[in-house]
C-alpha cells in the first residue's frame, strides 16, 4: 500500500516558479514508477511528466518540456515537480502518482489527492 500526499501548490504571477512535492509513504516507493498529471476545469486529466523507479529516465509532456523538471528522492520517499516559466494555462490540479512501471501511469496503483496551482497572467 502507498499513500501519496501533495504539497507545494498556490497562486504565482506568469513567469513565476513553483515547486510541488509528493510525499509517499509504504516501504515499496522505490520500486514504482511515479508520475504527475494535471486537471483543468472542464478538461481531462493530462499527464505532464514521469520518472522510472531509479530515477535514471524522465518523460514530459510536449507543453512542459523545457521548463518543468521532474525528480525522486527515494531515501525521501518524495518526488518533485520543479515548474519555472509558468503559464496561465498551466493552472489546474496537480496529481501524483504511482505505477509499476513508466508505461502503466495512465493507469496507476495509487492517486494522491491533488495540490491547486493558479497562474495569473
Known amino acids: 500500500q502507498v499513500q501519496l500526499v501533495e504539497s507545494g501548490g498556490g497562486l504565482v504571477q506568469a513567469g513565476g516558479s513553483l515547486r510541488l512535492s509528493c510525499a509517499a509513504s509504504g516501504r515499496t516507493f522505490s520500486s514504482y514508477a511515479m508520475g504527475w498529471f494535471r486537471q483543468a476545469p472542464g478538461k481531462e486529466r493530462e499527464f505532464v511528466a514521469g520518472i522510472n523507479w531509479s530515477g535514471s529516465s524522465k518523460y514530459y509532456s510536449d507543453s512542459v518540456k523545457g521548463r518543468f523538471t521532474i525528480s525522486r528522492d527515494n531515501d525521501k520517499n518524495m518526488m518533485y515537480l520543479q515548474m519555472n516559466s509558468l503559464k496561465p494555462e498551466d493552472t489546474a490540479v496537480y496529481y501524483c502518482?504511482?505505477?509499476?512501471?513508466?508505461?502503466?501511469?495512465?493507469?496507476?496503483?495509487?492517486w494522491g489527492q491533488g495540490t491547486q496551482v493558479t497562474v495569473s497572467s
Open positions: 502518482n504511482a505505477a509499476p512501471s513508466p508505461a502503466s501511469l495512465r493507469r496507476p496503483d495509487y
